[in-house]
């Protein structure tokens, strides 16, 4: 079984430009999460996509935007970055309709620094 | 809206004995999902351990069991036998009733730092 994957594992852009984070679901797995995690903090969630639709959003302005593929791929979107957006992006995938609380297993993250 | 407290922003354990990470919760929900996860310092988060509002046992995995006393709204994680890679940062998070048809978001506490000493 096939955990979930992540990339880049690391990234450095200035701030205004854009970037796109990229993450492999696990395998059996319909259902990416995306969650944003500052230093010293707990991850704060960014938006969910099932079936290849946003299926929920938290407080993140619309620069952040997401797709999600045919494959359950996911990719998450930041233009315009800010200095502020330097943190750790988790991605977490799970089975929408499964079991044990559809737990979330997640990737290994993708460290930004905006500079 | 959902609310995650850790209120112990570091804790010390000596390796071979247990330790208690402390968890509440604020929800209105009556159906919801409590879990555990581990953060190494290298960044990836790990699942421990899942405790369903509606289940009357409480959650055990290997070391790691789940202390969920509904009516106080806690959720401690108990891990026996501390061993030195158990050292790291220790997530509490809920997720909303599926029913509510709201997405499957995970809240997270601030998180518990947990080291170790042999």
């Known amino acids: 079984e096939t955990g979930v994957t992540q990339s880049p594992t690391h990234l450095i852009k200035t701030r205004g430009q854009q970037v796109t984070l990229r993450c492999s679901s696990q395998?059996?797995?319909?259902?990416v999460s995306w969650y944003q995690q500052a230093l010293g903090q707990g991850p704060q969630f960014i938006f969910q996509y099932y079936r290849e639709e946003e299926n929920g959003r938290g407080n993140f302005p619309p620069r952040f935007s997401g797709l999600q593929f045919p494959n359950y791929s996911s990719e998450l979107n930041v233009n315009a970055l800010e200095l502020d957006d330097s943190a750790l992006y988790l991605c977490a995938s799970s089975l929408y309709g499964g079991g044990a609380g559809e737990t979330q297993y997640f990737g290994p993250g993708t460290r930004l620094l905006v500079l | 809206a959902q609310k995650i407290t850790q209120t112990q922003p570091g804790m010390f354990v000596q390796e071979k004995e247990a330790v208690t990470l402390d968890c509440t919760y604020d929800t209105s929900d009556q159906s919801y999902g409590l879990f555990w996860y581990k953060q190494p310092s290298s960044g990836e988060m790990i699942f421990l351990i899942y405790?369903?509002?509606?289940?009357?046992q409480n959650a055990t995995e290997g070391r790691y069991s789940l202390n969920f006393q509904k009516a106080r709204k806690s959720a401690n994680l108990v891990i026996s036998a501390s061993q030195l890679g158990d050292s790291a940062m220790y997530f509490c998070a809920m997720r909303r009733s599926i029913s509510s048809g709201s997405a499957r978001q995970l809240t997270f506490g601030s998180g518990t730092q947990l080291t170790v000493l042999p």
């Open positions: 405790q369903g509002s509606y289940d009357e």
């Open positions: 395998s059996g797995h319909n259902t």
